[in-house]
């Protein structure tokens, strides 16, 4: 059973950082793209950050831009997103996914955790 799991979520005062893990099991996504998008309360799932399967391309939302970092480790089947300089509008559930099956950074996804809780206060 392929799985996706985020953890690394809690609650942070705005300037801090928190850096969010999606680890893979049941199959290696090594050579897949794989991303970040979050979903704000009353909002729709947006686009935060994407990874090419060699790990050497990424690609960013403007909003995150500069503060936000994502890695892989290949050889641990998982995901970082790294933020930094949080701000209370980047409260949200944060979600990795996997495989994007037309090669958009925007989706559709074949796999999708079940997402991690960041809430950044002012």
């Not at 705005?14 to 680890?23: K, Q, V």
């Not at 290696?28 to 799932?45: D, I, N, Y």
């Not at 990795?96 to 996804?109: D, V």
């Amino acid at each position: 059973q392929v799985q996706l799991v985020e953890s690394g979520g809690g609650l942070v005062q705005a300037g801090c950082s928190l850096r969010l893990t999606c680890t893979a099991s049941g199959r290696t996504f090594s050579s897949v793209t794989m991303v970040w998008f979050r979903q704000a309360p009353g909002k729709e799932r947006e686009f935060v950050a994407a990874i090419r399967g060699s790990g050497g391309s990424t690609y960013y939302a403007d909003s995150v831009k500069g503060r936000f970092t994502i890695s892989k480790s290949n050889a641990k089947n998982t995901m970082y997103l790294q933020m930094n300089s949080l701000k209370p509008e980047d409260t949200a559930v944060y979600y990795c996914g996997a495989e994007a099956l037309s090669g958009s950074y925007y989706g559709p996804f074949g796999f999708w955790g079940q997402g991690t809780q960041v809430t950044v206060s002012s």
